[in-house]
């Protein structure tokens, strides 16, 4: 318990550092998390991996399962957060 106590402090700090965008890499390129894509004018960042239900690779499967993971899209004039699902379209702007 006291070496999580020891720990809260630095964990508050570091939630203050700022830390600049990275930059997008070439549109259609896959982005690791934390990792910008331009997505024509659109710049997509994937935040987290929210649900990940997949099946194993060589697995007999009932139901392939699903990704979902938690995006910031940006443009020049607006930001939003949203949850992507693999394969399902998602509307914005």
């Known amino acids: 318990m006291k070496s999580?106590?020891?720990?809260?402090?630095?964990?508050?700090?570091?939630?203050c550092v700022s830390t600049p965008l990275p930059e997008p890499i070439a549109e259609?390129?896959?982005?690791?998390i934390g990792?910008?894509?331009?997505?024509?004018?659109?710049?997509a960042t994937p935040l987290?991996?929210?649900?990940d239900?997949?099946?194993p690779a060589n697995a007999r499967c009932i139901w392939a399962?699903?990704?979902v993971v938690d995006t910031r899209l940006t443009a020049a004039d607006?930001?939003?957060?949203?949850?992507l699902t693999?394969?399902?379209?998602?509307?914005?702007h």
């Not at 990792?35 to 710049?43: D, H, P, Y």
């Open 28 to 32: 259609g390129m896959p982005a690791g």
């Open 86 to 92: 693999l394969g399902e379209p998602y509307a914005t």
């Open 65 to 67: 399962g699903r990704v």
């Open 4 to 15: 999580l106590l020891a720990f809260a402090p630095a964990a508050l700090l570091a939630a």
């Open 48 to 51: 987290r991996v929210a649900e």
């Open 78 to 83: 607006w930001s939003e957060s949203a949850a």
């Open 53 to 55: 239900s997949r099946c």
């Open 35 to 43: 990792e910008s894509v331009t997505v024509g004018r659109l710049v």
